[in-house]
């Protein structure tokens, strides 16, 4: 398989749950991203992962909490959410880090609803 | 504030015919300049990209003008074609062009 799998595709939460979002990349690269589309907005960056470790955080609430074991793997731990948070969830990678053209390379993404 | 915008929501154009897709931005620091294409249920994907020490930058079908001094680019697609409907967004990054900021999208209908 090549690409970025996403799991699940879809995902209905209550407010007390907590769930994970997998991702995976099968393209060899180094970089890792979490983008979130929530509805009539852009694409907003929530977390830059090179070689594993963190690179950013872009303010986003302690509720989401990423984990990234290997630079094939991307994890986004969800709990006690709010039903603002229902959005599309992308995860992204890219081969470098630093000094890089290279464009991102998306999953199919994760609809996520909290109820 | 936005930093990137596409200002047309929707497209519609008639196949075989020119689509011109635009974006601004406000952030002089953004120095390339990405365009990518989402389908329905699937993630986006790369389409055509351009530095700012370019004007113009062609792939095939698919041409992107940049316009530095006012933070402006386009993307044309010639001839267009019905599989070109999707939703194309504009995106702008400096060193990394991972962590790009995107606008909003703008659905482009190409009708047979």
């Known amino acids: 398989e090549t690409g970025v799998t996403q799991t699940p595709r879809h995902l209905v939460m209550g407010m007390t749950n907590k769930k994970s979002l997998k991702c995976e990349q099968h393209?060899?690269?180094?970089?890792m991203y979490w983008y979130k589309q929530s509805a009539k907005k852009p694409l907003e960056l929530m977390f830059v992962?090179?070689?594993?470790?963190?690179?950013e955080n872009n303010s986003v609430p302690s509720r989401f909490s990423p984990e990234c074991p290997n630079s094939s793997h991307l994890f986004l731990h969800l709990h006690t959410l709010q039903p603002e948070d229902s959005a599309l969830y992308l995860c992204?990678?890219?081969?470098?880090?630093?000094?890089?053209?290279?464009?991102?390379?998306f999953g199919n993404g994760t609809r996520l609803t909290v109820t | 504030d936005q930093q990137v915008k596409q200002n047309s929501p929707s497209l519609s154009v008639q196949e075989g015919r020119i689509s011109i897709l635009n974006c601004d931005y406000t952030?002089?620091?953004?120095?390339?300049f990405l365009w990518y294409k989402k389908y329905p249920a699937e993630g986006p994907t790369f389409l055509i990209s351009?530095?700012?020490?370019?004007d113009k930058n062609e792939d095939g079908r698919f041409t992107v003008f940049l316009n530095k001094s006012a933070k402006h680019l386009s993307l044309h697609i010639v001839p267009s074609q019905p599989g070109d409907s999707a939703v194309y967004f504009c995106?702008?990054?400096?060193?990394?062009?991972?962590?790009?900021?995107f606008g909003d999208g703008t659905t482009l209908t190409v009708k047979p």
């Open positions: 992204a990678s890219s081969p470098h880090r630093g000094l890089d053209r290279s464009p991102l390379h």
């Open positions: 393209l060899g690269h180094n970089a």
């Open positions: 992962y090179n070689f594993k470790e963190q690179t």
């Open positions: 952030n002089s620091m953004f120095d390339y």
């Open positions: 351009i530095s700012s020490i370019k």
């Open positions: 995106a702008a990054s400096g060193t990394n062009a991972g962590k790009s900021t």
